[in-house]
Antibody, heavy 122, light 110 residues
Framework: EVQLVASGGGLVQPGGSLRLTCAAS????????MTWVRQAPGKGLEWVSA????????FYADSVKGRFTISRDNSKNTVFLQMNSLSAEDTAVYYC???????????????WGQGILVTVSS | QSALTQPASVSGSPGQSITISCTGT?????????VSWYQHHPGKAPRLMIY???HRPSGVSNRFSGSRSGSTASLTISGLQAEDEADYYC??????????FGGGTKLAVL
């Protein structure tokens, strides 16, 4: 059974940093692009960032470029999202998701984590 | 990276068919075959319903179908059922090598 378990969320002050972790199991992690998607309260889904299967390519939404860094540890089946210079606009539920086909990017995500809440507030 | 345009809400009666549109540009929906659709019940993880414009993943009912005309993609749900009531989002690959979602459509089954 595929599982994506996110951790690391919580309350952080404006300007602060947080690191999200997504632990994957039940599939060959090293062959899939991994993605972070977020949903702010009362808003729609927003694509945040993605990382290729090898980790050699990373992609970011304009809204987080320069502040967020995505990475992965293929030896531990884990993907990370380092979030710096956080503002209230980053308050959201963050989902990690797996591309549905191997070695592709952008075709769609067939498995999603449970979502983890990040709240940026003083 | 402007969001794709979806109607805020649609509704239908059980057994009817509805269509949700997703309008982009030639730099996203109209230019690439990587258009996907998601069903999202509040508090749960989104579910992939359509990929590559019109393909259904295994396990998704054939009541769900996708299509595209120019820069507008569409999701059609036939034989509406109560459990179809949810938020629906389209997504597309873009010329900037990023992904973009639509604003979401709330489907009410009356």
């Amino acid at each position: 059974e595929v599982q994506l378990v996110a951790s690391g969320g919580g309350l952080v002050q404006p300007g602060g940093s947080l690191r999200l972790t997504c632990a994957a199991s039940g599939f060959t992690f090293t062959t899939y692009t991994m993605t972070w998607v977020r949903q702010a309260p009362g808003k729609g889904l927003e694509w945040v960032s993605a990382i290729s299967a090898s980790g050699g390519k990373t992609f970011y939404a304009d809204s987080v470029k320069g502040r967020f860094t995505i990475s992965r540890d293929n030896s531990k089946n884990t993907v990370f999202l380092q979030m710096n210079s956080l503002s209230a606009e980053d308050t959201a539920v963050y989902y990690c998701a797996k591309d549905f086909s191997t070695y592709t990017y952008g075709r769609g995500w067939d498995q999603w984590g449970q979502g983890i809440l990040v709240t940026v507030s003083s | 990276q402007s969001a794709l345009t979806q109607p805020a809400s649609v509704s239908g009666s059980p057994g009817q068919s509805i269509t949700i549109s997703c309008t982009g540009t030639s730099s996203d929906v109209g230019g690439y075959d990587y258009v996907s659709w998601y069903q999202h019940h509040p508090g749960k993880a989104p579910r992939l319903m359509i990929y590559d414009v019109s393909h259904r993943p295994s396990g998704v009912s054939n009541r769900f179908s996708g299509s595209r005309s120019g820069s507008t993609a569409s999701l059609t749900i036939s034989g509406l059922q109560a459990e179809d009531e949810a938020d629906y989002y389209c997504s597309s690959y873009t010329s900037s090598s990023t992904l973009v979602f639509g604003g979401g459509t709330k489907l009410a089954v009356l």
